[in-house]
């Protein structure tokens, strides 16, 4: 059965630490890895990563993906109080029985950054 | 440009009651998908509509859950009857559809939080 696992599940850390939040997964048709933060409600994309050791980044975050080891880290440098979320890692995969991509989550890092 | 919005935020109902969720997509999205998280587990997939069409339904967990989309414009989900295990948020998503099945980002809706007693 395909999964995504993500780790830690929950980190609390004070503002200016830097963090590297864990995702591996077991997918067979793997497409994309991506990366969403969920603060309040609906959550937002971040990141999609299709090929290993290319690094994304966007300000303070940035991502990269291992294809052979199965597995991305999110790295947050400079943390501050807005960062705290809830990181979740998906992988888009083909559900294979309708040729279609699906979405499969990891359940999620909860990261708390006191000031 | 408007969000995916849904409908209602949060339900309480008892069990063996129907229940339904509405979903309206980002105007010009043909994509809809349904995901659902219980009990602080992970998200999982329901089902993904092309317009009025389900493209894939096999994440739904059982024949209580019926999910239109008449019109191909929002979509419904509904739940009859209700069990204990429903319990959890419901989240609706929406993406526009492009040719050689490239992924576009998927926006997704607040959720509804369902308790079912």
């Known amino acids: 059965e395909d999964k995504v696992v993500q780790s830690p599940l929950s980190l609390v850390v004070h503002e200016g630490d830097t963090v590297t939040l864990n995702c591996s997964y077991e997918?067979?048709?793997?497409?994309?890895l991506l990366w969403y933060k969920q603060e309040k409600k609906a959550p937002t994309f971040l990141f999609m990563l299709?090929?290993s050791g290319i690094e994304k980044k966007s300000g303070r975050l940035s991502s990269i993906l291992d294809k052979k080891e199965l597995f991305s880290i999110l790295n947050i440098t400079a943390t501050q109080t807005g960062d705290s979320a809830i990181y979740l890692c998906a992988v888009e995969a083909s559900s294979g029985r309708y040729s279609n991509y699906q979405l499969i989550w990891g359940a999620g890092t909860k990261l708390i950054i006191k000031p | 440009e408007a969000g995916v919005t849904q409908f209602p935020s949060h339900s309480v109902i008892e069990k063996g009651q129907t229940v339904t969720l509405r979903c309206d997509p980002i105007?010009?999205?043909?994509?809809l998908y349904w995901y659902r998280r219980v009990m602080g587990k992970e998200i999982k997939f329901l089902l993904h509509?092309?317009?009025?069409?389900?493209?894939?339904e096999s994440g739904m967990p059982n024949n209580r859950f019926l999910a239109e989309r008449t019109g191909g414009t929002y979509s419904t989900l509904k739940v009859q009857p209700a069990e204990l295990e429903d319990s959890g948020v419901y989240f609706c998503?929406?993406?526009?559809?492009?040719?050689?099945?490239?992924?576009?980002?998927?926006?997704f809706g607040p959720g509804t939080r369902l308790t079912v007693l």
């Open positions: 299709t090929s």
């Open positions: 998503a929406s993406s526009r559809v492009t040719g050689g099945g490239s992924y576009n980002e998927q926006f």
């Open positions: 997918v067979t048709n793997f497409r994309s």
């Open positions: 509509f092309v317009k009025e069409s389900k493209q894939d």
């Open positions: 105007s010009g999205h043909d994509n």
